[in-house]
């Protein structure tokens, strides 16, 4: 399986192939927060981070 990082510098996932998604929202002080979510046979998730370029390495070092 190719293990190459999508334009998001994101790893696919170990399992499927896939690439996970990328989410973006505000939380409660209308501060930017990311997590990458991906669900196939195991249900994954970063948790959400203030820095988008923390919860991109935590999904590729799990991957
Ligand atoms: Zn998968």
Redesign the pocket.
Known sequence: MARELNEDSLLP??????Y?TPKEELDDNDSRIYAIE????IY?TTGWDHDKRTVIDAWNRRT
């Open positions: 996932c170990p399992f499927c192939g896939e996970p991906h669900e196939c046979n994954m």
